[in-house]
Nanobody, 128 residues
Protein backbone atom coordinates (compact mmCIF):
# COMPACT_ATOMS: atom_id res chain seq x y z
CA UNK A 1 0.00 0.00 0.00
CA UNK A 2 1.24 3.47 -0.88
CA UNK A 3 0.43 6.62 1.02
CA UNK A 4 0.75 9.98 -0.73
CA UNK A 5 1.02 13.15 1.34
CA UNK A 6 0.94 16.57 -0.27
CA UNK A 7 2.48 19.67 1.28
CA UNK A 8 3.49 23.19 0.34
CA UNK A 9 0.11 24.75 -0.25
CA UNK A 10 -0.90 28.07 1.21
CA UNK A 11 -2.03 31.61 0.54
CA UNK A 12 -0.09 33.66 -1.99
CA UNK A 13 -0.66 36.86 -3.92
CA UNK A 14 -1.17 36.80 -7.65
CA UNK A 15 2.19 36.62 -9.39
CA UNK A 16 3.74 34.70 -6.55
CA UNK A 17 5.12 31.18 -6.38
CA UNK A 18 4.58 27.99 -4.45
CA UNK A 19 6.26 24.60 -4.57
CA UNK A 20 4.08 21.62 -3.85
CA UNK A 21 5.57 18.32 -2.74
CA UNK A 22 4.05 14.86 -2.73
CA UNK A 23 5.89 12.36 -0.59
CA UNK A 24 5.14 8.68 -1.04
CA UNK A 25 5.58 6.06 1.65
CA UNK A 26 4.93 2.36 1.91
CA UNK A 27 6.82 1.37 -1.21
CA UNK A 28 8.78 2.96 -4.01
CA UNK A 29 6.78 4.77 -6.69
CA UNK A 30 9.74 4.98 -9.05
CA UNK A 31 7.87 2.80 -11.55
CA UNK A 32 4.65 4.83 -11.35
CA UNK A 33 3.58 7.77 -13.40
CA UNK A 34 2.84 10.65 -11.03
CA UNK A 35 0.32 13.39 -11.55
CA UNK A 36 -1.13 16.54 -10.08
CA UNK A 37 -4.81 17.39 -10.23
CA UNK A 38 -6.80 20.25 -8.75
CA UNK A 39 -10.36 20.84 -7.74
CA UNK A 40 -11.96 24.20 -7.14
CA UNK A 41 -15.26 24.54 -5.24
CA UNK A 42 -18.20 23.48 -7.39
CA UNK A 43 -15.97 22.20 -10.16
CA UNK A 44 -14.79 18.78 -11.29
CA UNK A 45 -11.32 17.55 -10.52
CA UNK A 46 -9.00 18.83 -13.26
CA UNK A 47 -5.74 17.43 -14.61
CA UNK A 48 -2.81 19.80 -14.11
CA UNK A 49 0.37 17.92 -14.88
CA UNK A 50 1.98 14.48 -15.04
CA UNK A 51 5.42 12.96 -15.28
CA UNK A 52 6.38 9.50 -16.38
CA UNK A 53 8.45 7.14 -14.27
CA UNK A 54 11.88 8.19 -15.56
CA UNK A 55 11.13 11.94 -15.94
CA UNK A 56 11.69 11.81 -19.69
CA UNK A 57 8.14 12.93 -20.43
CA UNK A 58 6.05 15.62 -18.81
CA UNK A 59 2.53 16.81 -19.54
CA UNK A 60 0.63 19.97 -18.67
CA UNK A 61 -2.80 21.43 -19.08
CA UNK A 62 -2.58 24.40 -21.45
CA UNK A 63 -3.47 26.96 -18.80
CA UNK A 64 -0.35 26.19 -16.73
CA UNK A 65 2.21 25.65 -19.48
CA UNK A 66 5.18 27.95 -19.01
CA UNK A 67 4.20 28.66 -15.39
CA UNK A 68 4.23 25.23 -13.68
CA UNK A 69 6.98 22.64 -13.71
CA UNK A 70 6.61 19.05 -12.55
CA UNK A 71 9.61 17.05 -11.43
CA UNK A 72 10.38 13.97 -9.37
CA UNK A 73 13.15 12.60 -7.22
CA UNK A 74 12.85 8.84 -7.19
CA UNK A 75 15.57 8.54 -4.56
CA UNK A 76 13.35 10.58 -2.22
CA UNK A 77 10.13 8.98 -3.47
CA UNK A 78 8.78 12.49 -4.01
CA UNK A 79 7.21 14.47 -6.83
CA UNK A 80 7.10 18.25 -6.99
CA UNK A 81 5.06 20.94 -8.68
CA UNK A 82 6.76 24.32 -8.94
CA UNK A 83 4.09 26.93 -9.55
CA UNK A 84 5.13 30.39 -10.70
CA UNK A 85 3.18 33.43 -11.83
CA UNK A 86 0.18 32.19 -9.92
CA UNK A 87 -3.25 33.52 -10.82
CA UNK A 88 -6.47 33.65 -8.79
CA UNK A 89 -7.92 31.00 -11.11
CA UNK A 90 -5.25 28.58 -9.87
CA UNK A 91 -7.00 28.54 -6.50
CA UNK A 92 -8.01 24.96 -5.69
CA UNK A 93 -7.20 21.92 -3.65
CA UNK A 94 -4.26 20.22 -5.33
CA UNK A 95 -4.04 16.44 -5.30
CA UNK A 96 -1.19 14.10 -6.07
CA UNK A 97 -1.83 10.74 -7.74
CA UNK A 98 0.15 7.68 -8.80
CA UNK A 99 -0.65 5.11 -11.45
CA UNK A 100 1.02 2.19 -13.16
CA UNK A 101 0.50 1.02 -16.69
CA UNK A 102 -1.67 3.88 -17.91
CA UNK A 103 -1.18 4.12 -21.66
CA UNK A 104 -1.18 6.02 -23.87
CA UNK A 105 -0.21 9.26 -22.09
CA UNK A 106 -3.26 10.94 -23.57
CA UNK A 107 -5.16 9.09 -20.82
CA UNK A 108 -3.31 11.05 -18.12
CA UNK A 109 -5.80 13.90 -18.35
CA UNK A 110 -8.65 11.70 -17.12
CA UNK A 111 -8.76 11.60 -13.33
CA UNK A 112 -10.88 8.45 -13.38
CA UNK A 113 -8.03 6.52 -14.97
CA UNK A 114 -5.68 7.21 -12.06
CA UNK A 115 -6.89 4.18 -10.20
CA UNK A 116 -3.97 3.37 -7.91
CA UNK A 117 -3.25 6.01 -5.26
CA UNK A 118 -4.36 9.53 -4.34
CA UNK A 119 -3.28 11.94 -1.67
CA UNK A 120 -5.59 13.95 0.56
CA UNK A 121 -4.83 17.27 -1.09
CA UNK A 122 -3.33 20.62 -0.16
CA UNK A 123 -5.10 23.96 -0.46
CA UNK A 124 -3.68 26.63 -2.74
CA UNK A 125 -5.26 30.07 -2.55
CA UNK A 126 -4.16 32.89 -4.82
CA UNK A 127 -5.40 36.35 -3.90
CA UNK A 128 -5.82 39.12 -6.44
Amino acid sequence: QVRLVESGGGLVQAGGSLRLSCAASGRSVSDYAMGWFRQAPGREREFVSAINWNSLSTYYINSVKGRFTISRDNAKNTVYLQMNSLKPEDTAVYYCAAVQGLYPPSNYSQASRWTDYWGQGTQVTVSS
